[in-house]
């Protein structure tokens, strides 16, 4: 397989529970701490601890696009600021051929709840909103956007191959810009679902540590303003860096547990690898998935040992908990962050090591980096790997 030719990252934006911005969550990774508690956003009686963003983010006054979905308002804020760090304003999406890229899992899908509840309310506001509350949809109609839309809903992949696709645009010449990333909001069927699975913690979740017992879940966004080679040319500024590559694998083992001997992740990792032009010697770190569930981190420890020796690890799930759909998208922003800073944060909750685990742990302090191109990589339900391979520095297009 031959290299790929590596697409700019204009700007990006994100929000989660770590902060409301990126410079915001990348402040709140270094200082090692974290602040999950149960649930506010809808009513439970169940006390699992979630990451949920409590502050009122959402600045209608900037937006057209304001009757929709929690999933959606974190998306479009996302963007604004994506937008804003390119040096862009919404006069480019009028000029230029853009497209939409956005993984979820949430989607549209909580207004089956309300429309089916409320009976009160005329029949049809909630079809409306069922209709129009997708992520991708709303940025369209916000930026009016009017080249390819397409929303990804591939489990905790989702926000990895939404970037992966969306780079394939740029390639290809379907779209000068393309906005890409991921967002999903808490949502109750999730959060009781996840509980139903046995795989909550009721705690901080621990990833690689040998008391992991479970994960968190959080919400949030990311968006990336994806350009060509020509606006790449035109820009004012340097690009805060590039997709090298992207691998999907599917294991093809069980609907949510993690092949045992790692074969889909790996094949993932090698198609990133060649499609990237990389070796693991280029590596400089690895952002895991890092779940703190018992099997994800087993599996992953094992292929990252296997196929990366030496190259340092971590996860910020410890931080954010684990955003579902939007999870590739803000680990990918995060790793972005940590390559311009050469400085990863310490994988929090890991402690004590797992016996069952090969000699590789993930670093437990803040630690300075080398190099300038990193791996973070996304499994999901339904047996599926994801994998993009990061840089910054520059790029002669």
């Not at 009686?45 to 696009?65: A, G, I, N, Y």
């Not at 709303?138 to 939404?162: H, K, R």
């Not at 069952?356 to 437990?364: D, G, I, S, T």
Request: with cysteine; hydrophobic share 40%.
């Amino acid at each position: 397989m031959k290299p790929v030719e590596p697409v700019a990252i204009a700007g990006i934006g994100c929000i989660c529970s770590a902060g409301l911005v990126l410079n915001e969550c990348m402040d709140f990774l270094y200082k090692g701490k974290r602040n999950p508690a149960p649930p506010v956003n809808f009513p439970t009686k169940l006390t699992f601890p979630v990451f949920e963003v409590l502050e009122d983010f959402f600045q209608s006054s900037l937006f057209e696009e304001k009757n929709v979905l929690r999933t959606c308002k974190l998306a479009l804020t996302a963007t604004l600021e994506a937008i804003s760090d390119a040096g862009f304003d919404r006069e480019i999406f009028k000029t230029k051929r853009v497209g939409a890229c956005i993984g979820t899992n949430v989607g549209c899908s909580m207004h089956d709840e309300s429309f089916s509840n409320d009976s009160n309310t005329p029949f049809i506001t909630p079809v409306y909103r069922f209709l129009f509350s997708n992520p991708t949809s709303s940025i369209a109609s916000e930026f009016g956007i009017t080249g390819p839309l397409q929303t990804v809903v591939n489990a905790c992949s989702s926000g990895n191959d939404a970037l992966g696709l969306a780079a394939s645009w740029i390639r290809s010449g379907i779209c000068d810009v393309v906005i890409a990333g991921g967002t999903d909001e808490m949502y109750q069927i999730t959060y009781t679902g996840f509980k139903s699975l046995l795989i909550n913690d009721d705690s901080p979740c621990k990833p690689f540590d040998v008391n992991r017992n479970g994960l968190n879940l959080g919400e949030g966004a990311a968006v990336f303003i994806l350009v060509s080679e020509e606006i790449e040319k035109e820009m004012k500024k340097n690009p805060r860096g590039y997709i090298l590559g992207y691998g999907a694998a599917t294991d093809a083992f069980h609907h949510t547990k993690t092949r045992p001997d790692g074969k889909g992740l790996k094949l993932a990792i090698d198609e990133a690898m060649e499609t990237s032009g990389t070796t693991p010697l280029d590596i400089a770190f690895i952002n895991a998935h890092g779940t703190g569930t018992l099997d994800n981190d087993l599996v992953e420890s094992r292929v990252l040992y296997e196929m990366f020796p030496g190259v340092p690890f971590f996860s910020t799930k410890g931080y954010t908990g684990h955003t579902l759909g939007a999870a590739g998208a803000i680990e990918a922003a995060f790793t972005i962050a940590c390559l311009e800073k050469g400085r990863i944060p310490a994988n929090v909750g890991f402690t004590t090591a797992d016996p069952e685990m090969p000699p590789a742990y993930p670093v437990q302090q803040n630690s300075t980096i080398n190099g300038n191109k990193a791996l973070s990589e996304t499994l999901a339900f339904g047996g599926n790997n994801s994998v993009l391979i990061l840089s910054t520095g520059e790029h002669q297009p």
